[in-house]
């Protein structure tokens, strides 16, 4: 057995398929349970360096990215009341934190993941984001993903992945920015004759 089978294992207890070959409706029931239970990014995370690890970054990197990590993941272009979220996550984040006068402050990516469900996770708006108009089970679509290439009114934005792939957005800009940092240090030792 594989060592995902065995974490599988512990996790779902019902079997995958009934003994006719469907699919187990307690076994979904069981799996659905399962993954609302899973807790935070801010909570699962909080021991990886690089997450815990405060940086710099200005306000409009988290409202630019919650944007940008929205429409990614919304069926429609833009999702419904987008500018009214953004506008009240930065009135949040304007009070909540302390900013220095260059309009900074230091956070770590859980700082910020915890930030955007303390302000937005009981939001209505985020709660409509969160809701399918249409239930695609009754249909003859196979998926959820078919459904909703279908009618977009079958699709949702998953709220704990739109905030964790803030974070992972931000997380990408560090990596990118660090590295820079790595090489233009490199190369002004090189010119400097440091080793």
Same mark, same amino acid.
């Given at each position: 057995?594989?060592?995902? $089978?065995?974490? #599988?294992?512990?996790?779902?207890?019902?079997? #995958?398929?009934?003994?006719?070959? #469907?699919?187990?409706?307690?076994?979904?029931?069981?799996?659905?349970?399962a993954?609302?239970?899973?807790?935070?990014?801010?909570?699962?995370?909080?021991?990886?360096?690089?997450?815990?690890?405060?940086?710099?970054?200005?306000?409009?990197?988290?409202?630019?990215?919650?944007?940008?990590?929205?429409?990614?993941?919304?069926?429609y272009?833009?999702?419904?009341?987008?500018?009214?979220?953004?506008?009240?996550?930065?009135?949040?984040?304007?009070?909540?934190?302390?900013?220095?006068? #260059?309009?900074?402050?230091?956070?770590?990516l859980?700082?910020?993941?915890?930030?955007?469900?303390?302000?937005?996770?009981?939001?209505?708006?985020?709660?409509?984001?969160?809701?399918?108009?249409?239930?695609?089970?009754?249909?003859?679509? $196979?998926?959820?993903?078919?459904?909703?290439?279908?009618?977009?009114?079958?699709?949702?934005?998953?709220?704990?992945?739109?905030?964790?792939?803030?974070?992972?957005?931000?997380?990408?800009?560090?990596?990118?920015?660090?590295?820079?940092?790595?090489?233009?240090?490199?190369?002004?030792?090189?010119?400097?004759?440091?080793?």
């Amino acid at each position: 057995m594989e060592k995902d $089978d065995i974490q #599988f294992e512990h996790i779902i207890e019902q079997p #995958f398929l009934t003994e006719d070959g #469907f699919v187990n409706p307690a076994c979904m029931n069981e799996l659905e349970a399962a993954i609302k239970n899973i807790p935070p990014a801010y909570e699962r995370l909080k021991d990886d360096p690089e997450w815990s690890e405060k940086k710099y970054i200005f306000k409009d990197y988290i409202t630019s990215s919650l944007a940008k990590s929205a429409i990614r993941q919304s069926s429609y272009p833009c999702p419904k009341d987008l500018d009214v979220v953004i506008k009240y996550l930065d009135a949040c984040l304007s009070k909540s934190v302390q900013w220095d006068k #260059f309009g900074m402050t230091k956070l770590s990516l859980c700082d910020i993941n915890k930030l955007l469900f303390d302000i937005l996770y009981d939001m209505p708006q985020i709660e409509d984001w969160n809701t399918p108009k249409k239930d695609w089970r009754n249909t003859e679509f $196979d998926c959820c993903g078919d459904a909703e290439r279908s009618d977009p009114d079958y699709g949702f934005i998953d709220i704990y992945a739109l905030f964790r792939n803030v974070c992972l957005d931000i997380r990408r800009e560090r990596r990118e920015r660090d590295e820079f940092d790595r090489k233009f240090d490199k190369e002004r030792k090189e010119e400097n004759g440091d080793t």
